[in-house]
């Protein structure tokens, strides 16, 4: 049974740091994809950052270009995000998706619908202050 646990999330005030975890039971990073979302009530749920586990490169939303870094750590199974210089705008509920390397042969990495092969967390909550 495949199980995706986020943990990291937490209150800052703008212009601070968190670090979200991603740890994979079940399934290898490295043998897939894995990608950070996030959703606002009444909002659609949205691609931040994804990672390819096979050949470690990344894609990253223009809202998180400069400020946010996805990375994994094969040993532990795990991939990170990596936020600083955070925004009001960025309080979400953030998600880890992952998803065998075949979902990725048509389907964008930042693209929600392309993790339905896949599976995902159940969320952590980000939320900055002004």
């Known amino acids: 049974q495949v199980q995706l646990v986020e943990s990291g999330g937490g209150s800052v005030q703008a212009g601070g740091s968190l670090r979200l975890s991603c740890a994979a039971s079940?399934?290898?990073?490295?043998?897939?994809?894995m990608g950070w979302f996030r959703q606002t009530p009444g909002k659609e749920r949205e691609g931040v950052a994804a990672?390819?586990?096979?050949?470690?490169?990344?894609y990253l939303d223009a809202s998180a270009k400069g400020r946010f870094t996805i990375f994994q750590e094969n040993a532990k199974n795990t991939v990170y995000l990596q936020m600083n210089s955070l925004k009001p705008e960025d309080t979400a509920m953030y998600y880890c998706?992952?998803?065998?390397?075949?979902?990725?042969?048509?389907?964008?990495?930042?693209?929600?619908?392309?993790?339905?092969?896949?599976?995902w967390g159940q969320g952590t909550q980000v939320t900055v202050s002004s």
């Open positions: 998706a992952a998803a065998p390397a075949a979902a990725f042969r048509y389907g964008p990495y930042l693209n929600r619908y392309t993790y339905d092969s896949g599976y």
């Open positions: 079940g399934f290898t990073f490295s043998s897939g994809g």
């Open positions: 990672i390819d586990g096979v050949s470690g490169k990344v």
